[in-house]
């Protein structure tokens, strides 16, 4: 259950991260619609939100907040690494970089 | 915002940064690596096998403690698990007549250790992780009273550098996960925000808590208004049952394990330390203590059995909402209750606030190179934060590095070598420090960083052939903390070397071509700290 949590957070962040201009043009070629990061950045919430419940499930109240807030930075930390040092593969990478 | 508002809290972030940012780095990496405590425990004594059967080597240290001290005033046992380095006794004999009772002296010589197969052992000297914990705190080579007031202005100083900086860097949340990278200042400036930002809630609870820790010390005002009298605050803050008199009629102890069995069920935890006061008298008393490993409050509740019955006696009261407020802060500052993935995530905000320290005081001389009149000769207090900078930010792990080697070369039989060990660290960081203020930056920056690099990188080798426990031994046996150890210097001994090969590699730009650069920027005003 907890490493559920810890998924889930990892992919909030991917959804924040990819919610920005510059990381969404680089991983999808092209600048976000406003509805778009609306959508991105609702499923991000959401994913936060519903993993608190489940560290609350595996380690109780006190030391399952204290989990949840240790993913939050970890999971914050993962997608931040892999979305600046991982490689774009294909070729919008680099035609439609800058 | 109010744009004079940010400029005031930029000024406050860069000057509260820096003026004790150094200590500040050196308790960032010590109680870093005090997260590790017990782990360096363990680490810096290989000879000890870990323990598999705490009670067995419980019974082995109260044999041992009934045949060397059977009557001493006190024994105090920590009690062993499977990351301790096994079981630390000390005992303290009874007062002889006419000498004052407290017999804190001649301690060095009422303790002993021992091993997982119960029997007492004798390792090499060394302070261990606690080295690290302590001087966490109470620095080294001073006063503690001193070095705590030094540590906690410079704990105040990084409240005000963590609040300020929310308020300078306001992009840091928008830019949260934006890294340019090989842009000079810029990529300083976002690895700086980077490792700030995502270890936020980290840093403001550790600095935050840090500050609790020390309290009493900082703000003794409450203290002083409410007790007249100097000891019934600590009689309440850690209650503890009455001392009980020695009747002088012998009687045998009971099985501390069956105590401790017993306090485990009541306490609904494990058993962390343990009191036997007047040892094998009629009248003796069994203290023991739940072990913060186990919860989050750092006062932990502990139970009185009567030695000779093994009934209970006394039970500490329920805390107070006040105690625990303070006991949970200081719990989660110290985090002793962190299992292996909490401690993981631990030390990994140890080392992002370390970093965020370290690149803080870079960029401030980064910031100030590109509008030095004269690059090549800056101004004094130019060259003074530079070189400092060398002389801590690679100066001090080296030291660090250093006194790992230290532990594993000093002969055993060397008189003072727990403390030798630690001698080595500050002449190796004063060696570095010697080299950082003779050679030009540039050169010192590799010298030392790759020293260091070198250093933790081949220490696991040596591990594997100078000692029962090395990565591979450690992995067959399933000794996974001592294998972590090992890995762990590993990585951090090649992040040493990439970091001295990027300083290598670097060639700061001409000044003519980084004014053209600037000037081509769409905007090219950038905000004084942002």
């Given at each position: 259950m907890s490493a559920l949590a810890l998924l889930l957070i990892t992919a909030a962040f991917a959804l924040f991260g990819l919610a920005t201009d510059p990381h969404h043009r680089v991983r999808f070629g092209r600048i976000p619609r406003a509805a778009r990061k609306r959508q991105l950045r609702l499923g991000a919430w959401a994913a936060l939100a519903f993993a608190f419940p489940l560290s609350v499930g595996a380690r109780g109240w006190i030391m399952g907040s204290i989990l949840w807030s240790g993913y939050v930075m970890l999971g914050a930390g993962l997608v931040f690494l892999a979305l600046n040092f991982l490689p774009v593969s294909g070729t919008t990478y680099f035609a439609k970089r800058d | 915002m109010n744009k004079g508002f940010r400029q005031s809290q930029a000024f406050l972030h860069t000057w509260s940064g820096l003026l004790l940012g150094w200590v500040l780095f050196l308790v960032f990496v010590t109680g870093t690596i005090a997260f590790w405590r017990d782990g360096m425990n363990r680490w810096m004594r290989p000879e000890l096998a870990p323990i598999e059967q705490p009670m067995q080597v419980l019974d082995g240290a109260q044999r041992f403690l009934s045949s060397?001290?059977?009557?001493?005033k006190s024994w105090f046992i920590t009690?062993?698990?499977?990351?301790?380095?096994g079981a630390q006794l000390f005992w303290v004999p009874q007062p002889k007549?006419?000498?004052?009772?407290?017999?804190?002296?001649?301690r060095r010589d009422n303790q002993a250790l021992i091993g997982a197969d119960g029997e007492p052992t004798t390792v090499r000297a060394t302070r261990g992780g606690e080295f690290f914990y302590r001087f966490h705190f109470d620095l080294h080579y001073m006063p503690v009273i001193w070095a705590r007031w030094i540590v906690g202005v410079a704990a105040m100083m990084m409240l005000v550098a963590i609040l300020s900086g929310i308020v300078t860097h306001k992009k840091i949340f928008k830019d949260f996960f934006t890294l340019r990278r090989r842009k000079g200042q810029r990529s300083w400036l976002d690895g700086h925000n980077a490792v700030a930002v995502l270890g936020l809630p980290f840093h403001l609870m550790i600095t935050y808590t840090g500050l609790v820790t020390l309290m009493a010390l900082l703000m003794p005002w409450a203290v002083v208004a409410n007790y007249a009298d100097g000891d019934a605050l600590p009689r309440q803050l850690f209650p503890y049952p009455q001392a009980v008199e020695r009747t002088g009629i012998p009687a045998p102890l009971v099985p501390l394990t069956a105590i401790v069995r017993d306090a485990e069920t009541r306490l609904g935890g494990p058993v962390g330390f343990i009191e036997v006061r007047e040892a094998g008298d009629a009248a003796s008393q069994v203290v023991v203590s739940r072990s913060p490993a186990s919860m989050l409050s750092s006062r932990t509740p502990s139970l009185a059995y009567?030695?000779?019955?093994?009934?209970?006696?006394w039970t500490s009261p329920v805390p107070g909402g006040a105690t625990t407020t303070a006991g949970a802060m200081i719990g989660l500052h110290a985090g002793?209750?962190?299992d292996t993935v909490v401690r993981w995530i631990y030390f990994l905000c140890g080392v992002a606030g370390t970093l965020m320290v370290a690149t803080g005081l870079v960029l401030w001389t980064v910031k100030r190179r590109e509008k030095l009149p004269d690059p090549n000769r800056p101004h004094f207090g130019f060259i003074l934060v530079e070189r400092l900078n060398v002389a801590v930010l690679a100066g001090f792990p080296l030291g660090v590095a250093a006194m790992f080697w230290a532990n594993r070369?000093?002969?055993?039989?060397?008189?003072?070598r727990a403390e030798w060990e630690i001698h080595v660290l500050f002449l190796a960081w004063a060696a570095a420090a010697v080299l950082s203020f003779v050679r030009r930056p540039a050169h010192a920056w590799v010298m030392i960083l790759g020293s260091t690099g070198v250093l933790l990188a081949i220490l696991p080798f040596y591990n594997m052939a100078g000692t029962p426990r090395g990565i591979v031994t450690a992995l067959v046996t399933g000794d996974l903390l001592m294998a972590g150890v090992d890995l762990t210097m590993l990585v951090f001994g090649i992040a040493f070397l990439w970091a001295a090969a990027r300083v290598a590699r670097y060639r700061p730009k001409v000044r003519e071509r980084s004014k053209r650069a600037y000037a081509e920027l769409p905007n090219p005003v950038l905000e004084p700290a942002e």
């Amino acid at each position: 259950m907890s490493a559920l949590a810890l998924l889930l957070i990892t992919a909030a962040f991917a959804l924040f991260g990819l919610a920005t201009d510059p990381h969404h043009r680089v991983r999808f070629g092209r600048i976000p619609r406003a509805a778009r990061k609306r959508q991105l950045r609702l499923g991000a919430w959401a994913a936060l939100a519903f993993a608190f419940p489940l560290s609350v499930g595996a380690r109780g109240w006190i030391m399952g907040s204290i989990l949840w807030s240790g993913y939050v930075m970890l999971g914050a930390g993962l997608v931040f690494l892999a979305l600046n040092f991982l490689p774009v593969s294909g070729t919008t990478y680099f035609a439609k970089r800058d | 915002m109010n744009k004079g508002f940010r400029q005031s809290q930029a000024f406050l972030h860069t000057w509260s940064g820096l003026l004790l940012g150094w200590v500040l780095f050196l308790v960032f990496v010590t109680g870093t690596i005090a997260f590790w405590r017990d782990g360096m425990n363990r680490w810096m004594r290989p000879e000890l096998a870990p323990i598999e059967q705490p009670m067995q080597v419980l019974d082995g240290a109260q044999r041992f403690l009934s045949s060397k001290a059977p009557d001493a005033k006190s024994w105090f046992i920590t009690m062993p698990s499977a990351s301790t380095a096994g079981a630390q006794l000390f005992w303290v004999p009874q007062p002889k007549a006419g000498e004052k009772g407290r017999g804190r002296r001649g301690r060095r010589d009422n303790q002993a250790l021992i091993g997982a197969d119960g029997e007492p052992t004798t390792v090499r000297a060394t302070r261990g992780g606690e080295f690290f914990y302590r001087f966490h705190f109470d620095l080294h080579y001073m006063p503690v009273i001193w070095a705590r007031w030094i540590v906690g202005v410079a704990a105040m100083m990084m409240l005000v550098a963590i609040l300020s900086g929310i308020v300078t860097h306001k992009k840091i949340f928008k830019d949260f996960f934006t890294l340019r990278r090989r842009k000079g200042q810029r990529s300083w400036l976002d690895g700086h925000n980077a490792v700030a930002v995502l270890g936020l809630p980290f840093h403001l609870m550790i600095t935050y808590t840090g500050l609790v820790t020390l309290m009493a010390l900082l703000m003794p005002w409450a203290v002083v208004a409410n007790y007249a009298d100097g000891d019934a605050l600590p009689r309440q803050l850690f209650p503890y049952p009455q001392a009980v008199e020695r009747t002088g009629i012998p009687a045998p102890l009971v099985p501390l394990t069956a105590i401790v069995r017993d306090a485990e069920t009541r306490l609904g935890g494990p058993v962390g330390f343990i009191e036997v006061r007047e040892a094998g008298d009629a009248a003796s008393q069994v203290v023991v203590s739940r072990s913060p490993a186990s919860m989050l409050s750092s006062r932990t509740p502990s139970l009185a059995y009567a030695g000779t019955t093994g009934k209970l006696v006394w039970t500490s009261p329920v805390p107070g909402g006040a105690t625990t407020t303070a006991g949970a802060m200081i719990g989660l500052h110290a985090g002793r209750f962190a299992d292996t993935v909490v401690r993981w995530i631990y030390f990994l905000c140890g080392v992002a606030g370390t970093l965020m320290v370290a690149t803080g005081l870079v960029l401030w001389t980064v910031k100030r190179r590109e509008k030095l009149p004269d690059p090549n000769r800056p101004h004094f207090g130019f060259i003074l934060v530079e070189r400092l900078n060398v002389a801590v930010l690679a100066g001090f792990p080296l030291g660090v590095a250093a006194m790992f080697w230290a532990n594993r070369l000093l002969p055993v039989a060397m008189r003072g070598r727990a403390e030798w060990e630690i001698h080595v660290l500050f002449l190796a960081w004063a060696a570095a420090a010697v080299l950082s203020f003779v050679r030009r930056p540039a050169h010192a920056w590799v010298m030392i960083l790759g020293s260091t690099g070198v250093l933790l990188a081949i220490l696991p080798f040596y591990n594997m052939a100078g000692t029962p426990r090395g990565i591979v031994t450690a992995l067959v046996t399933g000794d996974l903390l001592m294998a972590g150890v090992d890995l762990t210097m590993l990585v951090f001994g090649i992040a040493f070397l990439w970091a001295a090969a990027r300083v290598a590699r670097y060639r700061p730009k001409v000044r003519e071509r980084s004014k053209r650069a600037y000037a081509e920027l769409p905007n090219p005003v950038l905000e004084p700290a942002e």
